[in-house]
């Protein structure tokens, strides 16, 4: 077991109206830098990786995202195409290896712009919230509070001897903070029952959402059990035997279902009134940490 801590810079359309027409849905944002930095069992670092990529949408660099990374316009044009430098980054972490990152939004963002790619994203299949893991570990699980790299470093009494919001950086501390909370697992069985809880796939689609329109005053609950719950990331029927939850103002619904592969899903059910129907919008999300709350 080793991990590969890493973090991504990304550019995207420029604001404003400019921006709207050279907006490209599929590819909200485009990697143009992924930093890297690999950890022993021991989680110690032993190498790290760095690539600029030449981006091939977003040729411009959006100007609040030269600001925080301090990146220019000429240095978009040195780096590889990203499969290449995806590929790189595969060679890199090798096998039996854990992907963590600080937040859901780097993972997320690799798999768009993979998909957009059309390259294989089966080389990984377990990932780590990095944030999720500093709220239960260090802060006793307010897992409500996305709380900043700067904020777990200072928490943590970690120096800060690096540069921020350079993508190789990033990735340091946040390999750092894994150190530092997994300092009091002596061995490499205790560090892995430690994380087996928070492990998840990168690449699996956790979310699906979806409204539906009624006759206006029409039973909720009837509204509700008539849909068609199905898994976001393996299609499978949902099942439950679980009462639907409401609010008091019966505006807002929350019901857990049953995946047969994935476990618990929640979903969330909100209906508001419109031109003379009940519109109700559904959102199915798989939890992380995968069996917590
Ligand atoms: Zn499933």
Redesign the pocket.
């Known amino acids: 077991m080793s991990f590969v801590v890493f973090d991504l810079e990304w550019n995207s359309a420029a604001p404003g109206k400019a921006g709207v027409c050279e907006n490209h849905p599929e590819l909200p944002f485009e990697i143009i830098e992924i930093g890297a930095v690999k950890l022993s069992a021991e989680v110690k670092p032993v190498a790290t990786f760095t690539a600029n990529v030449r981006p091939q949408v977003y040729k411009k660099l959006n100007k609040y995202i030269a600001r925080v990374t301090r990146r220019s316009q000429a240095s978009l044009s040195q780096g590889d195409p990203f499969p290449l430098a995806v590929s790189k980054f595969i060679d890199f972490c090798g096998n039996d290896v854990i992907l963590a990152s600080w937040g859901v939004s780097d993972p997320q963002v690799l798999k768009q712009n993979i998909d957009y790619h059309h390259l294989d994203t089966s080389f990984f299949n377990q990932a780590l919230n990095l944030q999720v893991l500093f709220a239960h570990m260090a802060e006793g699980g307010q897992n409500s509070q996305q709380r900043s790299i700067e904020y777990a470093l200072e928490f943590l009494d970690i120096e800060t001897d690096l540069s921020f919001h350079n993508a190789l950086n990033d990735a340091r501390y946040a390999g750092r903070i894994l150190n530092a909370l997994l300092l009091k697992n002596k061995t490499e069985a205790e560090r892995k029952a430690t994380l087996r809880p928070y492990l998840y796939d990168p690449f699996l689609q956790r979310e699906k959402s979806w409204q539906t329109a009624v006759a206006a005053g029409r039973n909720a609950e009837a509204t509700i059990r008539e849909q068609e719950f199905i898994?976001?990331?393996?299609?499978?029927h949902?099942t439950t035997d679980e009462a639907i939850i409401s609010t008091k103002k019966q505006k807002r619904w929350s019901w857990r279902l049953n995946?047969?592969?994935?476990g618990r899903?929640n979903c969330v059910i909100s209906r508001r009134r419109h031109e003379g129907k009940d519109i109700y919008h559904f959102k199915l999300t798989?939890p992380y940490p995968p069996n917590g709350d």
Do not use: S, T
């Open positions: 898994c976001p990331a393996c299609q499978r949902l995946c047969e592969k994935h899903l798989l």
